[in-house]
């Protein structure tokens, strides 16, 4: 089961996990000092070399009623690449990259936007989001939020509508996730970290 702001919400397969439980925090690794001093980096990889992780990551984040709501799982580069794919092949749906500048072919809508000390460049294929279509957001991660932030803005812009977002990990003292949910969108996540 996952936390949805301070109640849990079943987004889950509950035979799953009657038979299987995981104990999500023992299995992401912690690297301090990665990638600079000061910094714990919370890799999700082994999850993803989990079998029973990845099984129970698929069923996570949206209720079977809600499957007529969403019209693709955008996921953003990298590792939100994986936890779409896994989202879009277990409820049927299309996925969408969302890619640093440069990565995607043909013609792209771009979205700059500030992170800590420098700027970065997001874009999707111009064809890939129609007017009205709704998208559910996936990473791996939300931190500072910037990103994520971008994303569904660019989404917008191309006139999609932001069901709302998956991550596998919260950072909840870096408040990414906060600023998120005070624009009004519905955050989703497997495991907080406070600290």
């Keep these: ?12 397969n509950f035979l799953v996990l009657s038979v299987t439980k995981i104990d999500w925090k023992a299995l992401i690794t912690n690297y ?15 999850l993803f070399r989990n079998s029973t992780a990845i099984q129970l990551i698929s069923k996570q984040f949206i209720h079977k009623e809600e499957l007529s709501k969403i019209d693709y799982i955008a996921g953003i580069e990298s590792r939100g690449f994986t936890v779409a794919s ?18 995607l072919p043909g013609k792209t809508v771009k979205k700059k936007y500030n992170i800590e000390y420098a700027s970065s ?14 998208i559910l957001i996936a990473d791996d991660l939300i931190a500072t939020g910037g990103t994520a932030i971008a994303t569904a803005e ?38 907080k970290y406070y600290d």
Excluded: C, W
């Excluded at 089961?1 to 889950?12: A, E, I, K, Q, T």
């Design 86 to 103: 896994l989202l879009a092949n277990n409820f049927n749906k299309g996925m969408i990259l969302v890619r640093k500048v440069g990565k």
């Design 1 to 12: 089961m996952f936390d949805r702001g301070s109640y849990l919400y079943p987004y889950v």
């Design 154 to 191: 660019l989404i917008e812009e191309m006139g999609g509508t932001v069901f709302g977002f998956a991550f596998i990990i919260e950072l909840v003292y870096l408040k990414g996730a906060e600023i998120l949910r005070k624009k009004g969108y519905d955050v989703r996540s497997l495991v």
């Design 121 to 134: 460049i997001i874009e999707i294929q111009e064809n890939a989001i129609k007017k009205g279509e709704t």
């Design 32 to 46: 301090h000092d990665f990638p600079k001093k000061g910094v714990i980096f919370r890799d999700v990889n082994p």
